[in-house]
């Protein structure tokens, strides 16, 4: 049975919103989890409030068993599944975990439109901030790599999808979608702090968790000023499709 509908929950878990008192805050947990099948291999993040046990997870995909399992051991409520792009490997799980956990699936309404998305249980939402239980998630929209690209900020962490790794940012199949994912870089470089912590759903060495303060300084697409230079750069001839990061 799933986490949401037993009865044992956790021992400090009880409703915020009807408490009526003032939400204790701490810093949410975030649980990385490697995946993969089939030469895919991607990080998905189980995010949590330690004290209500609201949970989100970003992007599941590959092992249904072990990531309930995971939510199930650490007695959490997963209250939503966060989509950042429609690729496979993002989103081959949304929906069995959506069903098996009873919630939605977030998901920007641009990326809906491109991918066609259907689900019962999809929720499109704006860039905005929203509350999941206890948990504050701002959706920042970030084209580039697809049209409706959505890293998701929770406090001090940013799961940023295939628009940011540590070692480089997404693929753009074209350069209008080159050009709007510089302005999407140029959005996360005012919009994040230094000692915010990036998590994607992919490395090429670096393990996630990075500070940004430091992906800032060696991640070459976030040297350019110019927005031209950087499409002829992340265009560039001659570039392998799964490790074209650098
Ligand atoms: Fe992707």
Request: aromatic share 10%; with cysteine; proline share 6%.
């Given at each position: 049975?799933s986490g949401?509908?037993?009865s044992?929950d956790?021992?400090h878990?009880?409703?915020a919103?009807?408490?009526g008192?003032?939400?204790?805050?701490?810093a949410p947990e975030?649980?990385?989890?490697e995946?993969?099948r089939r030469?895919?291999?991607?990080?998905n993040?189980?995010v949590?409030?330690?004290?209500?046990?609201?949970a989100?997870?970003?992007d599941?995909?590959?092992?249904?068993?072990?990531?309930?399992a995971m939510?199930d051991?650490?007695?959490?409520r997963?209250?939503?599944?966060?989509?950042?792009h429609?690729?496979?490997?993002h989103l081959?799980?949304?929906e069995?975990?959506?069903?098996h956990?009873?919630?939605s699936?977030?998901?920007?309404?641009?990326?809906?439109?491109?991918?066609?998305?259907?689900?019962d249980?999809?929720?499109?939402?704006a860039?905005?901030?929203?509350r999941?239980?206890?948990?504050?998630?701002?959706?920042?929209?970030?084209?580039?790599?697809t049209?409706?690209?959505?890293?998701y900020?929770i406090?001090d962490?940013?799961?940023?999808?295939?628009?940011?790794?540590a070692?480089?940012c997404?693929?753009c199949?074209?350069n209008?979608?080159?050009?709007q994912m510089?302005?999407?870089?140029e959005?996360l470089?005012?919009?994040?702090?230094?000692?915010?912590?990036i998590?994607?759903?992919h490395?090429?060495?670096k393990?996630?968790?990075q500070?940004?303060a430091?992906v800032l300084?060696?991640?070459?697409?976030l040297?350019?000023?110019?927005?031209?230079?950087?499409?002829?750069?992340?265009?560039?001839?001659g570039?392998g499709?799964?490790k074209?990061?650098?």
């Amino acid at each position: 049975m799933s986490g949401n509908t037993r009865s044992d929950d956790p021992p400090h878990a009880f409703d915020a919103a009807a408490s009526g008192i003032e939400w204790p805050r701490l810093a949410p947990e975030v649980l990385v989890v490697e995946v993969g099948r089939r030469g895919f291999t991607n990080f998905n993040y189980i995010v949590f409030d330690r004290i209500s046990r609201d949970a989100v997870i970003v992007d599941p995909a590959w092992e249904l068993d072990r990531l309930v399992a995971m939510i199930d051991q650490h007695r959490l409520r997963l209250r939503a599944v966060l989509i950042t792009h429609s690729h496979p490997d993002h989103l081959n799980l949304a929906e069995p975990i959506a069903e098996h956990f009873d919630c939605s699936i977030w998901m920007s309404p641009q990326e809906v439109a491109w991918a066609r998305f259907q689900s019962d249980r999809l929720r499109c939402i704006a860039e905005a901030r929203w509350r999941i239980g206890t948990l504050e998630v701002e959706a920042l929209l970030t084209p580039g790599h697809t049209p409706g690209c959505v890293c998701y900020r929770i406090v001090d962490n940013l799961f940023s999808g295939d628009v940011l790794f540590a070692e480089g940012c997404g693929l753009c199949m074209s350069n209008n979608a080159a050009q709007q994912m510089f302005d999407s870089l140029e959005l996360l470089k005012q919009q994040l702090a230094g000692n915010s912590r990036i998590y994607p759903g992919h490395s090429y060495g670096k393990p996630p968790g990075q500070l940004f303060a430091n992906v800032l300084r060696d991640n070459i697409y976030l040297q350019f000023k110019d927005p031209d230079s950087f499409v002829r750069f992340r265009m560039r001839s001659g570039q392998g499709w799964m490790k074209a990061f650098r």
